[in-house]
T-cell receptor, first 114, second 109 residues
Framework: NAGVMQNPRHLVRRRGQEARLRCSPM?????VYWYRQLPEEGLKFMVY????????ESGMPKERFSAEFPKEGPSILRIQQVVRGDSAAYFC????????????FGEGSRLTVL | EDQVTQSPEALRLQEGESSSLNCSYT??????LFWYRQDPGKGPEFLFT???AGEEKEKERLKATLTKKESFLHITAPKPEDSATYLC??????????FGTGTRLKVLA
């Protein structure tokens, strides 16, 4: 299956711990997006990355949240010192880029903060 | 400001009762309009891309159409398995995808 792969699918953390969410884009895709979704709500843009570069992180809180997409390996969304309000589904999507690039999503990582 | 609005927010249909979902957009320089289906606990599943006004795409009981201001997702003779949230997104050709908040569709047997 050459789809967007996210792990872990479910993650439970206690307040103050760190959460690391990983995303492997589709083969041949060099553009990665991270979105957050709360129950019964829409997708909220967090960050857009290309290989080794953060292009737009305007949707990501400046504190505690960081993202990377290294030359080798998956993209990682890192949340430090998690709080209960960070509980949500985090979706990764990838695109081949270009002027009409279609966006494909993974199954998401569901973070629960106790 | 670029914006995508979907209506209705929720829709209940009887099995076989055809209807349409609306996606209105105000996006400068639209390059593509995407439709997705999202089931509970799953990621959005890609359905269609529409690139220019007048274009239509079909897949089973679904047909997507595009005008200069809106897109419609027509559902013909829906079945209970069509129950899901349907999302649309406008792509302006740089890297920004503007998502609507979705229409929650429930098809009753």
């Amino acid at each position: 299956n050459a789809g967007v792969m996210q792990n872990p699918r479910h993650l439970v953390r206690r307040r103050g711990q760190e959460a690391r969410l990983r995303c492997s884009p589709m083969k041949g895709h060099s553009h990665v997006y991270w979105y957050r979704q709360l129950p019964e709500e829409g997708l909220k843009f967090m960050v857009y990355l290309q290989k080794e570069n953060i292009i737009d992180e305007s949707g990501m809180p400046k504190e505690r949240f960081s993202a990377e997409f290294p030359k080798e390996g998956p993209s990682i969304l890192r949340i430090q010192q998690v709080v209960r309000g960070d509980s949500a589904a985090y979706f990764c999507a990838s695109s081949p880029g270009g002027r009409t690039g279609e966006l494909f999503f993974g199954e998401g990582s569901r973070l629960t903060v106790l | 400001e670029d914006q995508v609005t979907q209506s209705p927010e929720a829709l209940r249909l009887q099995e076989g009762e055809s209807s349409s979902l609306n996606c209105s957009y105000t996006v400068s320089g639209l390059r593509g309009l995407f439709w997705y289906r999202q089931d509970p606990g799953k990621g959005p599943e890609f359905l269609f891309t529409l690139y220019s006004a007048g274009e239509e795409k079909e897949k089973e009981r679904l047909k997507a159409t595009l005008t200069k201001k809106e897109s419609f997702l027509h559902i013909t003779a829906p079945k209970p398995e069509d129950s899901a949230t349907y999302l649309c997104a406008a792509f302006s050709g740089t890297y920004k995808y503007i998502f609507g908040t979705g229409t929650r569709l429930k098809v009753l047997a």
